[in-house]
């Protein structure tokens, strides 16, 4: 009896163990979803800096169309990581903003 009992369960282990293996391969065995790019929140802009590439070397404070493109509705300066604009534009784009700000071209804070 117990001797039954023993056999059929290491039948019904090692069958398992064999499938694992091959099935758990590269990283496991996975349900779909993820996918490619997670982040599908934000529509990703091109990762270069505007104004390198349209070759501005100092950020005109006047032009409140260009500087809009890097406020957010709130008002607030959107950080670089979602602009893709250069550590030394976004310095001297911080500065024209805040420079806008100060004669009234552009809002500390909007709405509410
Ligand atoms: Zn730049």
Same mark, same amino acid.
Do not use: W
């Given at each position: 009896?117990?001797?039954?009992?023993?056999?059929?369960?290491?039948?019904?282990?090692?069958?398992?163990?064999?499938?694992?293996?091959?099935?758990?391969?590269?990283?496991?065995?996975?349900?779909?979803?993820?996918?490619?790019? !997670?982040?599908?929140?934000?529509?990703?802009?091109?990762?270069?800096?505007?104004?390198?590439?349209?070759?501005?070397?100092?950020?005109?404070?006047?032009?409140?169309?260009?500087?809009?493109?890097?406020?957010?509705?709130?008002?607030?300066?959107?950080?670089?990581?979602?602009?893709?604009?250069?550590?030394?534009?976004?310095?001297?784009?911080?500065?024209?903003?805040?420079?806008?700000?100060?004669?009234?071209?552009?809002?500390?804070?909007? !709405?509410?």
């Amino acid at each position: 009896m117990s001797e039954e009992i023993q056999s059929k369960a290491t039948e019904s282990a090692a069958p398992a163990a064999a499938s694992a293996g091959p099935s758990a391969g590269p990283r496991g065995p996975r349900p779909a979803g993820g996918g490619p790019g !997670g982040r599908g929140k934000f529509f990703r802009r091109k990762k270069v800096c505007k104004f390198c590439t349209e070759k501005i070397d100092s950020v005109p404070y006047r032009d409140v169309r260009l500087l809009q493109g890097f406020i957010a509705e709130r008002g607030k300066i959107v950080p670089r990581r979602l602009t893709g604009v250069c550590t030394t534009h976004q310095r001297r784009l911080t500065r024209a903003i805040k420079q806008a700000r100060n004669i009234a071209l552009l809002p500390f804070a909007s !709405g509410f």
